[in-house]
């Protein structure tokens, strides 16, 4: 079982630009979420997809969106990104359910120059 | 009422020492209390998790205290190791599954 996968590991981007982050579940899982961590800070909820649809969605702007495939791969988009975006972004996964665990990836470091 | 505090923000720990973090939620809705340990260029890794109608749980050398009445909650590492040398975030699961994280303690334990 290869656990949560995320590609690329690592990014440069220059603001005003567009990124896509990738994402492959736990195999089984059937949910992924997304977090973006800042330096030093606790992971941010920034949406969650279950069916190919958004269930819920954190205190992000517009900006960010995503998709989720027939698969339960995952895709983060991030659009004119600023300065502020450079962060580690995460993906997790799990099934839809509240007690049960979710299981994160390595991360995808985002620099914004 | 989405927050989870935690303190200290940064601990050390001699060698063969206990290392105790404390967390605190506002939300009564909260199910599921897990503790993820996080190393550097890491994705969190889950360390282990309760549930509110438990208040104790023990694995190996972690064990959580968990108070509900107070809505707080604790993790004790015992016989703390230099490997045990980590971020460390308590979280809560919220309505709908998402998880909302504490600002994170950043562990030394000295050899």
């Known amino acids: 079982d290869a656990g949560v996968t995320q590609s690329p590991t690592h990014l440069i981007k220059t603001r005003g630009q567009q990124v896509t982050l990738r994402c492959s579940p736990k195999?089984?899982?059937?949910?992924v979420s997304w977090y973006q961590q800042a330096l030093g800070q606790g992971p941010q909820f920034i949406f969650q997809?279950?069916?190919?649809?958004?269930?819920q969605r954190g205190n992000f702007p517009d900006r960010f969106s995503g998709h989720q495939f027939p698969n339960y791969s995952s895709e983060l988009n991030v659009n004119a990104l600023l300065l502020g975006d450079s962060a580690l972004y995460l993906c997790?996964?799990?099934?839809?359910?509240?007690?049960?665990?979710?299981?994160f990836g390595q991360g995808t470091r985002l620099t914004v120059v | 009422q989405q927050q989870v505090k935690q303190s200290p923000q940064s601990l050390i720990v001699q060698k063969g020492g206990i290392s105790i973090i404390n967390c605190a939620y506002e939300?009564?809705?909260?199910?599921?209390f897990p503790w993820y340990q996080q190393f550097p260029g890491k994705g969190p890794a889950l360390l282990i998790a309760?549930?509110?109608?438990?208040s104790e749980k023990k694995e190996g050398r972690f064990t959580i205290s968990f108070n509900k009445s107070a809505k707080q909650f604790s993790l004790h590492i015992m016989d703390s190791q230099p490997g045990d040398s980590a971020t460390y975030f308590c979280?809560?699961?919220?309505?709908?599954?998402?998880?909302?994280f504490g600002q994170g303690t950043e562990l030394s334990v000295k050899p």
């Open positions: 997790a996964s799990s099934l839809l359910d509240l007690n049960t665990e979710a299981f």
């Open positions: 195999s089984g899982h059937d949910t």
């Open positions: 997809y279950y069916e190919e649809e958004e269930r």
């Open positions: 939300n009564t809705a909260f199910d599921y």
């Open positions: 309760i549930r509110p109608d438990v």
């Open positions: 979280a809560a699961k919220g309505v709908g599954g998402k998880l909302i």
